[in-house]
């Protein structure tokens, strides 16, 4: 399963991980051994025993790594800098076995910023899976919810996961069709 750009690695310390693709929470011993396979959007895919699990960015110092550091915005931000910056952020949720990220995939399908009755910044985002049955869908829901709500300024943050329309591979980005070889 691991490649030549695999890195060895063990964890440093016991870790929450979820493993791919059914998203299943484990903690992951220290001292257990593996190999880093995909190292995208400030989280890490490491193959232990045959297996995949997903590392996330805050917890990169139990495999070695850096943890990852929350996105910052300039106190005049304004709205277009905000969604700039969620869009950036989108942009770090990747599908864990595929290397390219959910806007490039064609994943997301809305995300709308505006304000609530308070003022307050709200996001709402429409995805949805390259497989209906994926038992990723839970975690990449949530890495994209907490990956928006890390940004200053946002209140409120909802990820809604639909199937209509079903995705194809004609959604992804020129590039991303490139990368994965779906012309």
């Given at each position: 399963?691991?490649?030549?750009?695999s890195?060895?690695?063990?964890f440093?310390?016991?870790c929450?991980?979820?493993?791919?693709?059914?998203?299943?929470?484990?903690?992951?011993?220290?001292?257990?051994?593996?190999?880093?396979?995909?190292?995208?959007?400030?989280?890490?895919?490491?193959?232990?025993?045959?297996?995949?699990?997903?590392?996330?960015?805050?917890?990169?110092?139990?495999?070695?790594?850096?943890?990852v550091?929350?996105?910052?915005?300039?106190?005049?931000?304004?709205?277009?800098?905000?969604?700039?910056?969620?869009?950036?952020?989108?942009?770090?949720?990747?599908?864990?076995?595929?290397?390219?990220?959910?806007?490039?995939?064609?994943?997301?399908?809305?995300?709308?910023?505006?304000?609530?009755?308070?003022?307050?910044?709200?996001?709402?985002?429409e995805?949805?899976?390259t497989?209906?049955?994926?038992?990723?869908?839970?975690?990449?829901?949530?890495?994209?919810?907490?990956?928006?709500?890390?940004?200053p300024?946002?209140?409120d943050?909802?990820?809604?996961?639909?199937?209509?329309?079903?995705?194809?591979?004609?959604?992804?980005?020129?590039?991303?069709?490139?990368?994965?070889?779906?012309?």
């Amino acid at each position: 399963m691991f490649n030549q750009t695999s890195q060895p690695c063990q964890f440093e310390r016991d870790c929450d991980v979820v493993m791919i693709p059914s998203g299943d929470e484990v903690t992951m011993p220290a001292g257990t051994a593996g190999y880093i396979t995909q190292a995208l959007g400030g989280s890490f895919t490491v193959f232990v025993e045959g297996n995949l699990f997903r590392v996330a960015g805050i917890d990169a110092d139990a495999i070695g790594k850096e943890p990852v550091m929350p996105p910052a915005l300039p106190e005049d931000a304004t709205e277009d800098d905000v969604e700039k910056l969620i869009w950036e952020q989108l942009k770090t949720c990747y599908d864990p076995e595929i290397p390219v990220n959910i806007v490039d995939l064609g994943l997301v399908y809305t995300c709308d910023l505006d304000r609530n009755p308070s003022g307050e910044r709200q996001v709402r985002v429409e995805m949805t899976l390259t497989a209906p049955g994926c038992g990723m869908g839970p975690i990449l829901v949530e890495d994209v919810r907490s990956k928006i709500s890390l940004i200053p300024t946002i209140a409120d943050v909802e990820v809604e996961l639909v199937f209509d329309p079903p995705w194809n591979h004609m959604m992804m980005s020129e590039a991303a069709r490139l990368e994965t070889g779906m012309f």
